[in-house]
């Protein structure tokens, strides 16, 4: 794949434009109720430095929790924003996150921030850099994922981490562009760290023995899938 054909791909999907319409939707209530200058950039500043933190907390402690799968009303969630994802990690269609659950987590963790930093205008442009920083993010997620060798030294690194969170060991590497969270909450790794591979990650524990207990997920996919997601679709 061509970076050409990468960026073609990654338009076309029905949640990037989401998230650009929104973004001028905030940008135009910002000029509608604007903030101060400072009140503004401080407001964007924190936006885009908490969003690794927030995805951080919720890739490892929500989407890499065994809680939603055994809760029949919150399986089908985790299916779609996750399992799906770890089950087959190329498949451009449960690449990006869900809508109905993005964009609440961004209004609920940013909108109260800008808010307490400068009022309407602030909410409105930390709003606003929280849907750039989540483009930035799939865009990268797309690069990680797609059949796309990156030049550059910095997304090469960041693909190479970030596909052995998905093909080694899913309890590590929770970032997608910045592991300072990792390294914080001693997640991080590279793969020669970790010489025995994960049994668990391409299905994120829901095994066959905790989807007799819990069938739910199991139902929705017709079973559970094992093995190398590559070796499924060959057999």
Same mark, same amino acid.
């Given at each position: !794949?061509? *970076?050409?054909?990468?960026?073609?791909?990654?338009?076309?999907?029905?949640?990037?434009?989401?998230?650009?319409?929104? @973004?001028?939707?905030?940008?135009?209530?910002?000029?509608?109720?604007?903030?101060?200058?400072?009140?503004?950039?401080?407001?964007?500043? =924190? $936006?885009?430095?908490?969003?690794? *933190? =927030?995805?951080?907390?919720?890739?490892?402690?929500?989407?890499?929790?065994?809680? !939603?799968?055994?809760?029949?009303? /919150?399986?089908?969630?985790?299916? +779609?924003?996750?399992?799906?994802?770890?089950?087959?990690?190329?498949? &451009?269609?449960?690449? #990006?996150?869900?809508?109905?659950?993005?964009?609440?987590?961004?209004?609920?963790?940013? $909108?109260?921030?800008?808010?307490?930093?400068?009022?309407?205008?602030? !909410?409105?442009?930390?709003?606003? =850099?929280?849907? &750039? @920083?989540?483009? #930035?993010?799939?865009?990268?997620?797309?690069?990680?994922?797609?059949?796309?060798?990156?030049?550059?030294?910095?997304?090469? +690194?960041?693909? $190479?981490?970030?596909? $052995?969170?998905? #093909?080694?060991?899913? @309890?590590?590497? /929770?970032?997608?562009?910045? #592991?300072?969270?990792?390294?914080? /909450?001693? @997640?991080?790794?590279?793969?020669?760290?970790?010489?025995?591979?994960?049994?668990?990650?391409?299905?994120?524990? %829901?095994?066959?023995?905790? =989807?007799?207990? %819990?069938?739910?997920?199991?139902?929705?996919?017709?079973?559970?899938?094992?093995?190398?997601?590559?070796? +499924?679709?060959?057999?």
């Amino acid at each position: !794949m061509t *970076l050409k054909e990468l960026v073609v791909a990654y338009f076309q999907y029905y949640a990037i434009i989401a998230y650009l319409a929104l @973004t001028v939707a905030c940008l135009a209530l910002y000029a509608w109720q604007p903030a101060a200058l400072a009140p503004t950039l401080l407001s964007a500043a =924190a $936006a885009v430095v908490l969003y690794p *933190l =927030a995805w951080y907390v919720l890739h490892r402690w929500v989407l890499h929790g065994q809680w !939603m799968y055994k809760t029949k009303i /919150f399986s089908p969630v985790w299916k +779609r924003i996750h399992y799906d994802h770890h089950q087959d990690p190329n498949h &451009l269609e449960v690449l #990006f996150g869900a809508l109905y659950t993005t964009l609440p987590t961004i209004v609920v963790f940013l $909108a109260p921030i800008g808010w307490a930093i400068g009022g309407m205008g602030g !909410m409105a442009i930390a709003l606003a =850099a929280g849907l &750039l @920083t989540t483009c #930035f993010y799939e865009f990268c997620h797309c690069i990680q994922h797609l059949k796309y060798k990156p030049r550059n030294k910095w997304l090469a +690194r960041m693909k $190479a981490r970030h596909m $052995a969170h998905h #093909f080694h060991d899913e @309890t590590g590497n /929770f970032g997608i562009t910045s #592991f300072v969270w990792d390294k914080a /909450f001693g @997640t991080f790794y590279e793969r020669p760290d970790r010489k025995v591979k994960s049994e668990t990650v391409f299905n994120l524990g %829901y095994t066959p023995e905790k =989807a007799k207990r %819990y069938p739910w997920v199991s139902e929705l996919s017709g079973g559970v899938a094992t093995g190398h997601p590559t070796q +499924r679709a060959q057999g």
